[in-house]
Every structure is written in structure tokens, then in C-alpha cells.
């Protein structure tokens, strides 16, 4: 049977910040009840360290120059899946990755359609959602010839091919299910629902997926517990997969709203509760306090997020496998799609540094430079071309070769040793020159090979 395409569409803002403070609520509530009480739930949450832990909040070290470039940043993995009480319920119905910038208080999210056809390494391809089942545990060991759990191993396959996929390290994952997403709404209390559309859907599977458990919903205000929350987030016979989004975030939104309203210790220790038989994690409890420590401060405007998808900017588009809707990458090297991440999950260093970059031709083409413009502002650069192409000084034809003058005498370091290896890897001039009205610029010379 061909399995359904959730591609998830989701508002810029709201989502990230729903997705985001539940997040931080399982956070809080660890450092709460840090201590014998937390020892107990966080041992059933915590599995084995991550091997590819996050140097910033292990290693103690919190100076990020210090870091490989795809260290700075702390990416974590987020998983839905079904559960042992539902049919197929180790395929993830929610993959994102959460990237957060610990040097300017920002987060960047990238959620990665469950149809994605995707290399898994050891294993060929397969569709992004099944991955989590594929590992058999007695084939999973840690370093050192520990034996490592199912969801251990399943964790780890999963984060590596996320990571390769989008070219970042994937330093920590999380997963949760769908009983331990009923149970938070209803120990919250139940979330409030505008319903703006009536459903009807005669379809909707029973718990044993062998017969329906028909759903319906008018129009309206309505007061939503857990189960009935989890079929309005999840009815897609009778509607598209635009209202089926549109409804998960309406949800966690409410259940956002409703924590933070509700926020209080024993709350928290009930949602701790759940989350001990639901979630799991390989963060560990230190690494959640330092990582908490950078989260409080995360103000709503600086959480941003992006969905791959089939669309003219989505990087994928839709194929059949053997009868199987798939989708796929449109460059198959991902070149692409890492360019993109590079720029979406930008390097903190280089987002520290906010230069003004003139781009000048001196080529046949005249038209690169404002290619090449259009390039650095897809990387979020302040930059602009000169009108006036430039020849040598010293034939009075175009230069030869592309280069770069540093007119900031190294104050903009990470932006020009980006720039340089980005365009190829060309020499940087460093000259101090004071009220250019810009701080680099680039030669466009004759070996110039413009970006696709």
C-alpha cells in the first residue's frame, strides 16, 4: 500500500517557539527536580551518551573559536513515532532538526518530510521514517564493546544519515510518542481548539489499525482532551495534508499556551512523569542544564524555521520507488541542500560579523557581479554591486585572476576566510583603508566561475 505524504507546512514563528518550549519545559523540569527524584525519571529518559556530543556542552570549554566550524552551533534531532501501542510505531511521523547559535541567542529549525528517499549508511536506501526500526539491537555496540540499546543504535543510524544528508554534525536526538503526547494534554487539562473547518473523517484507524474509529468535529470553540486532540492533529482521509499541519500546530500551539500558563512544580513533576515512559534521549542530565542555560535567554523573533519539500525552494521532488511515493533530492551529489544548511544554520563567527561587501567585475560578463551579490544575500550579507567595472592598473585589461581586499585589517576574519574558500579558494589583500563605505571587496577576475 502506498503510504501517505506528510510534507508539514508551518507558520514561521508560532510553531518553532511551541516546538521550542516544550523543549525547554523538559529542561526546566530537570533542573527542578535535580536530585534523587530526578535521578530516577532522567535514568529512564537518558540513554547512552551521544558519541557525537555536542563539545560545547560537554567538553567545558565554551570558547567556540575553539571549535570545528560545524561544532558551534548545537544541533539536535527531534523525533514523533507512534509507539508500542500503534501499528508501525517505530516510524517517525515528525522529523526536525533544531539548531541553536549559543554565541547569538538563536535557533534555527529544518524539518525533513517522512518520504524522503535517503541513502542509510550500511543499510542502502530506504524512506526517511523507517529508519528508526531498521538496526537490530544485537548488531548495536558502544565503544569499548558496551551493548548499547535498540533505541540506541536506532538513534545513532538515524542522526548519522540525517547529518550526512544536510551536511551538519547531528550532535544529540530525542523521541516521543503519541501516548505521551496525550497524556501532557490531558495532565495539562485539555487544550482549546478554534475549529475553523468541520471534519468528518469515517476512516480514521482504531488502535489496532484493522478497523475505523470514525471522527468528527463541528465548527467552533471546542475543549479538546489528549485523544481527541491527537485524532484532530492526525485525520487525513477526508482533508489535505495542508489542514493536517495546520491543525498539528494549532495544537501544540495550544499545548504551548496552556503549559505556560499552568506552569507550576507539580505540573512539571507530572509531565517529568510522562515523559519518563515516553521520551528518550541521549542528552544527558549535565548537558541539559547547560544547554538550559543558553535556551532561557532564546527571545521568539530569533527562532526561524524551513521545511524540505517538493516546492520551487523545497530541494526535493516527488518520484516513485517500486510503486512507493518517495521524494527526492534534486541534486543528487546534495550539494545543494548543504549550501543551503551552511547558510540557514549560519556559523555563529560569521554570524557575529554584519561587514558591508562591494563586489566588482572585471570580466566580459558584467552581469556576474550582481550574480554573485544575489549569492552573498542568500548567505544574509549587506552587499551591493559597484557600477563601475575596474581593469589592472598595470596592462589596463581585466585582472586574470578573482581576489579580495580586506579593508577592515582583519576585524571581519571568519567572513573573509568564508568568502575566500567560497569563491574558490583566491587570495585576500589586506589593506587599511578607512571610510570606503565598505568593509570588503571582491575582484571579479577572468578565471571566475559564477554560482549556479
Partial sequence: MQEEVEIIKIKKIDYSRAIFTILVIFLIGTVIFFGAR??????????????????????????ISKLSQGDRRIN??????????????????????????????EVAMISVPRDLYIKVPGYGSHKINSIFSLQDPKDVSASGGEKKSAIDGN???????VGDFLGVPIHYAAVINFDGFKKIIDTLGGVDINVTKEIYDPYFPDKYAIGYDPFYIETGLHHLDGETALKYARSR??????????????????????????????????????????????????????????????????????????????????????????????????????????????????????????????TKNSYWAGQTVEDLKSFGYDAMVNKNDVKSPTDNKPYEKTFIYDYSNGRNKYTIDFLAKHLGSVPVITLDEKDKGYDIEIILGNDFKVKN
Fill in 237 to 362: 482521509e477526508t482533508s489535505s495534508d495542508f489542514d493536517r499541519s495546520r491543525r498539528q500546530q494549532e495544537v501544540i500551539v495550544a499545548a504551548k499556551e496552556k503549559a505556560v500558563k499552568s506552569f507550576n512544580p507539580s505540573k512539571i513533576a507530572q509531565i517529568m512523569n510522562i515523559l519518563s515512559d515516553n521520551l528518550r534521549t541521549d542528552m544527558q542530565v549535565g548537558e541539559m542544564e547547560e544547554l538550559f542555560s543558553i535556551a532561557k535567554d532564546i527571545k521568539p523573533d530569533k527562532i526561524k524555521t524551513k521545511v524540505l519539500d517538493d516546492s520551487a525552494d523545497g530541494f526535493l521532488y516527488a518520484d516513485k520507488y517500486d510503486e512507493m511515493y518517495v521524494l527526492v533530492p534534486q541534486d543528487s551529489t546534495l550539494g545543494e541542500i548543504h549550501d543551503f544548511v551552511s547558510q540557514y544554520f549560519k556559523d555563529p563567527l560569521l554570524a557575529a560579523e554584519h561587514p558591508k561587501i562591494l563586489v566588482t567585475n572585471s
Fill in 38 to 63: 530526578a535521578y530516577t525519571m532522567t535514568k529512564k529518559i537518558v540513554t547512552a551518551r551521544s558519541e557525537s556530543a555536542s563539545p560545547y556542552l560537554s567538553g567545558g570549554d565554551t570558547d
Fill in 155 to 161: 538513534m545513532a543510524l538515524v542522526k548519522k544519515t
Fill in 76 to 105: 539536535i534531532l527531534l523525533m514523533g513515532i507512534g509507539g508500542d501501542n500503534y501499528p508501525g510505531g517505530n516510524l517517525t511521523d515528525t522529523i526536525s532538526v533544531v539548531s541553536i547559535d549559543p554565541k547569538n541567542d
